[in-house]
Nanobody, 122 residues
Framework: QVHLVEIGGGSAQPGGSLRLSCAAGGLTLDNFDIAWFRQRPEKEREGIAC???????YYVSSVKERGRFSISRDNRKVYLQMNNLEPEDTATYYCATDPTYHCSGGGKPKYWGQGTQVTVSS
């Protein structure tokens, strides 16, 4: 059975940083495209960053500007480094993947973590 686990959420002040990690059980993340999504209060869930099996990265413009967020991976986990956080980044963050999911194709992956809460406020 596949399960994804996100850790690293919490509270931060505007301008601060947090690093999220995503680990998988029952699944080897090597060669999979893996995405980070978030759901802000009263908003639709949105994809914000994705990394391919070949380490090519995609970002939504709101986190790409000024290089605020960065997605990376090693052979065990996928990370989301979040810098220069803004109150608008307050959301539940999810990692997601499945063997047929591709960053370039959009859509929604099959496997999701339970989410980790990030709150940005002064």
């Amino acid at each position: 059975q596949v399960h994804l686990v996100e850790i690293g959420g919490g509270s931060a002040q505007p301008g601060g940083s947090l690093r999220l990690s995503c680990a998988a059980g029952g699944l080897t993340l090597d060669n999979f495209d893996i995405a980070w999504f978030r759901q802000r209060p009263e908003k639709e869930r949105e994809g914000i960053a994705c990394i391919t099996g070949n380490d090519y990265t995609y970002y939504v413009s709101s986190v790409k500007e000024r290089g605020r967020f960065s997605i990376s991976r090693d052979n065990r986990k996928v990370y989301l480094q979040m810098n220069n956080l803004e109150p608008e980044d307050t959301a539940t963050y999810y990692c997601a993947t499945d063997p047929t999911y591709h960053c370039s194709g959009g859509g929604k992956p099959k496997y999701w973590g339970q989410g980790t809460q990030v709150t940005v406020s002064s």
